[in-house]
């Protein structure tokens, strides 16, 4: 791909306005306040945590090169072997997750127009194709439905309170900023924060067979249904109801999956940083130029990057998130207070520390993975000059990895 053309593909994140009919019933949301009273972790959390642990483990172990290696060359040490340990906000679960998921909504008790529609499409499919193709065809094209029986089956109370807290602080926060203190983003995303409270009444089935009430699906012909489904699909998404309501609500109803029982140090960098960067998307680029531009020359990005407008850009919209996501993450386990356990959030980064020290990381690994691992995609060139600027420039995170000065992820000059 040109560099240019990969530029565009700038991980998009897109907040709509959810307009969900209200419902205010604040008493179930806080009589699971103090569940694990005693205990400043869930069962649940230590297990993911271990986990975690397991996987990085693995995949640091198989990357090749290894002496210095995360200093030398962050994108080989965590994307080299293109294992993502987690998925970008909106991305797809994985094939287990979903198999249980489809499996879920199968054996739900309620059975509605769209459910049968996609029930006799992975069937059609499953005549010609592998199980896991199929699976992965249903989700892209059904995916109201995944969004309909996570919120319905898997989502708990202790699943949703971290994104909640998580979103409501980083709404305090960035009103503080004065840039951002009338951003439409941040009246979305309030509106967002209360509707996740009951994400059940995010998807009802009337709505769910409204979408696809014109769609065709036969139980037997494959080739049918998809080119079924293509017209479909090109018709609905188009539709600015699919942009404003559907695909947020759905990328924030398989975000909910995918986060159950994470520590914190999963959502700053995964959530968070998106959020900064939609805000600083706009400040870099139409307000403060001057400052920003002597930031990019400070960079000192090679030639062929620095002469395109677009990556200097992107390279300071991305410090400015890495570093708004990291101090509000410290932020938090400084001062903070857990709505889920009712434990103080010191408490917490501790006990998550200790359970991780065995695999020799701690929640500040975590979040440098984590935040890492977001730019894969975009390969190393890209991910190491442009995305990485905030590690670079991090202290933090040098001082975990022990970089000395002059390594790639530790350059002389500091901005
Ligand atoms: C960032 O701003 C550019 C230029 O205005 C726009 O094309 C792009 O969609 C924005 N990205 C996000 C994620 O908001
Ligand atoms: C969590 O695990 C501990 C030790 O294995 C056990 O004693 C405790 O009952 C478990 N708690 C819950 C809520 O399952
Ligand atoms: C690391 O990988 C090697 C093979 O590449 C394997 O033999 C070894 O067991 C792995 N170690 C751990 C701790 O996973
Ligand atoms: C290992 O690292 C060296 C120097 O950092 C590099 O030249 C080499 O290509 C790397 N090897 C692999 C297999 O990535
Ligand atoms: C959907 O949008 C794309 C690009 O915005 C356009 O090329 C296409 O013709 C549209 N399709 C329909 C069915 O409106």
Same mark, same amino acid.
């Given at each position: ?172 926060? /960035? ?5 951002? &203190?009338?951003?439409? =983003? !941040?009246?979305?995303?309030? #509106? %967002? *924060? ?101 930031? /990019? ?5 090679? &030639?062929?990057?620095? =002469? !395109?407008?677009?990556?200097? #850009? %992107? *390279? ?100």
């Amino acid at each position: 791909m040109r560099m240019e053309s990969k530029i565009i593909l700038i991980v998009t994140f897109f907040i709509a306005s959810w307009q969900v009919h209200g419902w205010n019933d604040n008493d179930y949301f806080n009589n699971n306040y103090n569940r694990w009273h005693n205990q400043i972790l869930s069962n649940d959390s230590i297990s993911e945590l271990k986990r975690l642990g397991e996987e990085i483990r693995h995949v640091v172990n198989i990357s090749t090169n290894k002496t210095n290696y995360p200093c030398d060359s962050y994108y080989d040490y965590i994307c080299g072997e293109h294992i993502l340990i987690n998925s970008v906000l909106g991305s797809m679960p994985r094939i287990n997750d979903l198999v249980i998921i489809l499996n879920a909504l199968k054996y739900d008790d309620r059975s509605f127009d769209s459910k049968q529609k996609l029930i006799n499409f992975f069937n059609s499919c499953s005549k010609v194709k592998s199980v896991d193709d199929c699976h992965v065809e249903s989700f892209e094209n059904f995916r109201p439905l995944y969004g309909y029986i996570i919120s319905r089956k898997f989502l708990s109370q202790a699943d949703v309170s971290p994104l909640i807290d998580v979103l409501e602080s980083f709404i305090k926060r /960035a009103k503080l900023e004065g840039y951002f &203190s009338n951003h439409q =983003n !941040l009246g979305k995303l309030a #509106n %967002l *924060a209360n509707n996740l409270r009951k994400p059940a009444n995010l998807f009802s089935t009337t709505t769910l067979d409204n979408i696809y009430t014109k769609l065709q699906i036969f139980p037997s012909s494959y080739n049918h249904n998809i080119k079924n489904l293509e017209k479909y699909n090109r018709l609905y998404k188009n539709q600015s109801a699919f942009e404003n309501y559907w695909k947020s609500a759905l990328d924030f109803t398989i975000y909910l999956y995918q986060s159950r029982n994470k520590p914190r140090s999963y959502f700053y960098p995964t959530l968070n940083a998106h959020l900064w960067m939609t805000l600083f998307n706009n400040t870099v680029r139409y307000h403060e130029g001057r400052t920003y531009k002597d930031l /990019a020359d400070c960079f000192k990005l090679p &030639s062929h990057l620095n =002469n !395109l407008e677009e990556a200097r #850009n %992107l *390279a300071v919209i991305y410090y400015k998130s890495f570093k708004f996501a990291w101090e509000e993450y410290q932020e938090w386990f400084n001062n903070g207070f857990s709505v889920v356990y009712g434990a103080r959030a010191t408490d917490i980064y501790d006990r998550e520390n200790q359970i991780l020290e065995r695999y020799h990381l701690s929640n500040k690994h975590l979040f440098f993975i984590f935040y890492a691992q977001n730019f894969c995609f975009f390969g190393k060139d890209m991910a190491e000059n442009i995305f990485y600027q905030g590690l670079k420039q991090s202290i933090d995170f040098n001082t975990i990895y022990l970089c000395s000065v002059g390594h790639t992820m530790n350059p002389t000059v500091k901005c």
